[in-house]
């Protein structure tokens, strides 16, 4: 695959699918009927998405394919089988330094859809906060907002898993570390240091998957699993 790209599977799916998409801008999704068609490189399915992603935080959550429109602030739900856009919102707080990369990322967890993204704090002087939103994934409204303590440039990716973030402090340090956990039960905060390996040293996705407790990593074109039992 491309040295960026995003793997997946969805969480809320029945059977082996597996979906891809290569690079971190482009209009194609593909899908693969499982494990060894995906390792065959030739793909069951396609769709040609009406409107760019950009970026590799996307998910394929209940049919449905959650991405953030290219080169915008708009955020959008797919619908696989009718092949329309199902959904689509604005964030309207958020903070744009780069159009090249996007800063926005959906989480799946045992408890539903998330978003993680860089908002401008209109109560604290503009400052930028980094936000973790639950989603309705039916129409993308917010359910509950945690005010994360992620600064951009001092982490490289993060996944949720069981409703606590982590944060990896790079991407692209081979021996790298998880230096940050909030829970959204407790609302703490906690440095946990745990080691994390960027084995190929390009790490452009983690995606935990509840189905069967696996993240899903994309290093420098490789796919990987990592179990987080």
Not at 12 to 36: A, C, K, P, Q
Not at 124 to 136: N, Y
């Amino acid at each position: 695959g491309s040295t960026s790209g995003a793997w997946m599977r969805d969480a809320r799916g029945h059977g082996s699918v597996i979906y891809l998409t290569n690079g971190h801008y482009g209009n194609s999704l593909l899908e693969f009927r499982d494990m060894d068609i995906f390792k065959s490189g030739q793909a069951s399915n396609s769709y040609k998405l009406p409107y760019s992603y950009t970026g590799t935080g996307h998910v394929v959550y209940n049919g449905a394919f959650y991405y953030n429109r290219a080169f915008s602030r708009d955020i959008i739900r797919y619908d696989l089988r009718h092949r329309f856009v199902a959904a689509w919102t604005t964030l309207h707080d958020l903070s744009i330094v780069t159009t090249q990369w996007s800063e926005i990322s959906f989480d799946v967890d045992e408890s539903g859809l998330w978003l993680l993204y860089p908002a401008l704090d209109a109560e604290g002087f503009h400052q930028e906060v980094i936000l973790l939103l639950q989603l309705h994934p039916r129409d993308l409204q917010t359910l509950r907002t945690f005010r994360t303590g992620l600064r951009r440039g001092f982490y490289g990716n993060c996944f949720l898993v069981c409703g606590v973030l982590y944060g990896v402090d790079s991407m692209e340090r081979r021996h790298a570390n998880v230096t940050y956990a909030f829970d959204t039960h407790t609302l703490t905060h906690t440095v946990p240091s745990l080691a994390f390996t960027n084995t190929h040293g390009y790490t452009t996705q983690l995606s935990y998957c509840p189905l069967d407790k696996k993240v899903y990593a994309w290093d420098d074109g490789h796919q990987m699993m990592i179990c987080v039992d």
